[in-house]
């Protein structure tokens, strides 16, 4: 009879604990991002409509297209758990995935357990066309895809006009030149499936196919901090290629191709109170006359500007009662900060000590010193809370090619930073994270989109470094700019570096660098990436340091890691 009594007590604790575990996540279901599915995906030709399950906490959702490369061929941030998304770009007998994120109130998100992966097989214009048509001649348009499987029609439109409508017969298509032979024209091509438009190019005549470049930032006649330069710029369309030119007056001091959107112009390129004019040209394949250019010019600063703040702990996730310490990266300038969200550079407190975090604030701060510009004003949202699971996505280089100083026993940057992230990783697990690691038979677009996935806290990359002359050596952190999130875990882990680095040389400390848009790895496709150069493989004494104490920077870089975030 006890046992029976004891047995049902502990059958009736059991059920309560269950029924207050249960009901504990009913109640806090919309504070915590839950898994969800993709309920139905529909397309008429390009245009797909989407239907998935609600997440309790999101604030706001993602739909992210990759193609078969795993790069980013299209996003939409929606609200609502349907939408319809119009992939124009997509193209015959090429496979896409379609990706779900959930994002908290924090930034914290969680994806679709169920990715939606198709391959187009509607007809689309072939790469190959030509968007130029010459003056007295026919034009050939090439179409890929099955054009048999149904009656497919082919339209020309001049300004909306209709010139022409046939039906489709071949996977080719001749415009006669008589719609455009001596006028300034673009004429529009369109494959057409019952009334739903399909395919749409547009080809140009006399008058160019790319679209008029406007640079954003910097503004014209600006006057800008000595620092590197964010170049954002739109325009361009239909440009397959873009120019950076960079003048001092009337000399060219440099010359590049860039990427579409924005670059970064390095300050080592600038001097101090100096006038310079930035022009970005955009081509069409060898179509000098086509070229669009977009121009602005600007001075920059006489003075050195202040590196901002950084603080030693995660504030997305803080526990009541800690003190945050700011620190200042310069050799000399004072901190000033404030607790309600006002201008620190207008009503700032002195910084004498650390601040105590006893509930959510908004905390400000900036580095001033009267000889120098200020540094950006940093702001740091702290959030008392906590959480039970941290995870990290490792991505040492996979650069076989990159061989280290062999009398060292460095044989090359891919098996090494390899060793060096087993260590780290287990580092990490004994400490409770939940690590994902990339495979060294990807890519990086492959590792940043699993990152992404996986919706991880930290996205860290390992590299080591090299130079043109082997001559160079020291310790760098790369993120992607100076008001990025990652600036004080990047700090953190660069200081906890050169701690145990065995040159105490000033240039050893190479520092936290941005790379602007530069490294996918620590870009916007990231939440919250960094990446390191731990030393440099082709100096002799870099490559043995790196040898004979891989566990022990692991060890360094993991200990950051776990302090940062709060990690028991």
């Known amino acids: 009879m006890k046992r029976i009594v004891i047995s049902f007590i502990a059958v009736l604790l059991t059920f309560i604990g269950v029924t207050f575990a249960v009901s504990a996540i009913i109640l806090n279901s919309d504070k915590i991002l839950?898994?969800?599915?993709?309920?139905?995906?529909?397309?008429?030709?390009?245009?797909?409509?989407?239907?998935?399950?609600?997440?309790?906490?999101?604030?706001?959702?993602?739909?992210?297209?990759?193609?078969?490369?795993?790069?980013?061929v299209y996003s939409k941030t929606i609200n609502k758990t349907n939408a319809s998304i119009d992939l124009e770009m997509i193209k015959y007998n090429e496979e896409y995935k379609i990706v779900i994120y959930a994002y908290d109130k924090l930034g914290a998100s969680i994806s679709n357990n169920n990715p939606y992966t198709f391959t187009y097989t509607e007809p689309t214009f072939g790469l190959e066309n030509d968007l130029i048509l010459v003056d007295d001649k026919d034009y050939k348009v090439l179409i890929d895809g099955e054009i048999n499987k149904k009656n497919y029609l082919i339209r020309l439109l001049d300004n909306g006009n209709k010139?022409?409508?046939?039906?489709?017969?071949?996977?080719?298509?001749?415009?006669?030149?008589?719609?455009?032979?001596?006028?300034?024209?673009?004429?529009?091509?369109?494959?057409?499936?019952?009334?739903?438009?399909?395919?749409?190019?547009?080809?140009?005549?006399?008058?160019?196919?790319?679209?008029?470049?406007?640079?954003?930032?910097?503004?014209?006649?600006?006057?800008?901090?000595?620092?590197?330069?964010?170049?954002?710029?739109?325009?361009?369309?239909?440009?397959?290629?873009?120019?950076?030119?960079?003048?001092?007056?009337?000399?060219?001091?440099k010359e590049s191709v860039v990427k579409r959107n924005k670059c970064i112009i390095a300050s080592s390129l600038l001097e101090k109170a100096q006038n310079y004019t930035i022009n970005v040209k955009a081509l069409y394949k060898d179509y000098e006359e086509h070229t669009k250019v977009g121009s602005v010019s600007f001075t920059m600063n006489e003075k050195d500007t202040l590196?901002?703040?950084?603080?030693?702990?995660?504030?997305?996730y803080i526990k009541s009662g800690t003190e945050v310490v700011l620190h200042n990266p310069n050799d000399d300038g004072t901190i000033y900060y404030t607790v309600d969200g006002s201008d620190p550079v207008v009503s700032g407190n002195k910084y004498t000590g650390g601040i105590i975090i006893n509930g959510n604030m908004t905390l400000k701060a900036v580095i001033m010193e009267p000889n120098k510009n200020n540094s950006i004003v940093s702001d740091f949202d702290f959030n008392v809370d906590s959480k039970k699971k941290y995870s990290v996505y490792l991505s040492p280089s996979n650069q076989d090619g990159n061989l280290g100083v062999e009398s060292t026993g460095y044989t090359n940057e891919a098996k090494e930073m390899n060793d060096l992230t087993n260590y780290l990783e287990k580092r990490l697990k004994d400490a409770g994270v939940v690590v994902y690691r990339n495979s060294p038979l990807g890519n990086i677009n492959l590792w940043v989109s699993d990152s992404r996935y996986y919706g991880v806290d930290l996205h860290f990359a390992i590299h080591s470094n090299a130079s043109i002359n082997h001559d160079k050596y020291g310790i760098e952190t790369w993120i992607n700019e100076e008001a990025s999130k990652t600036y004080s875990l990047a700090n953190l882990i660069q200081n906890a570096l050169l701690s145990i680095y065995y040159n105490e040389d000033v240039d050893a400390n190479r520092g936290v660098k941005y790379a602007n848009g530069s490294l996918a790895e620590v870009g916007d496709a990231v939440s919250f990436g960094i990446l390191v150069e731990v030393a440099h493989h082709d100096e002799e004494q870099d490559a043995a340091w790196i040898i004979q104490n891989k566990e022990f920077i692991a060890n360094k870089i993991a200990d950051a890691i776990i302090k940062y975030f709060g990690i028991n």
């Not at 998935?52 to 078969?68: M, Q, R, S, T």
């Not at 590196?307 to 997305?316: F, L």
């Open 163 to 253: 010139l022409e409508e046939e039906k489709l017969v071949d996977n080719f298509y001749v415009i006669d030149n008589k719609y455009y032979s001596g006028l300034e024209k673009k004429i529009d091509v369109e494959i057409i499936d019952g009334n739903v438009v399909i395919a749409k190019m547009s080809l140009y005549n006399k008058i160019s196919p790319v679209s008029d470049i406007v640079i954003n930032t910097p503004e014209n006649e600006d006057i800008l901090d000595y620092n590197d330069i964010t170049l954002t710029y739109t325009g361009g369309d239909n440009a397959t290629s873009y120019i950076l030119e960079i003048y001092n007056g009337d000399r060219l001091i």
């Open 34 to 72: 839950n898994n969800f599915s993709i309920i139905n995906v529909d397309n008429v030709a390009h245009t797909f409509n989407i239907n998935f399950e609600k997440v309790g906490a999101a604030n706001y959702y993602e739909i992210v297209v990759y193609n078969d490369l795993n790069m980013e």
């Open 307 to 316: 590196k901002p703040v950084y603080i030693d702990y995660n504030p997305k």
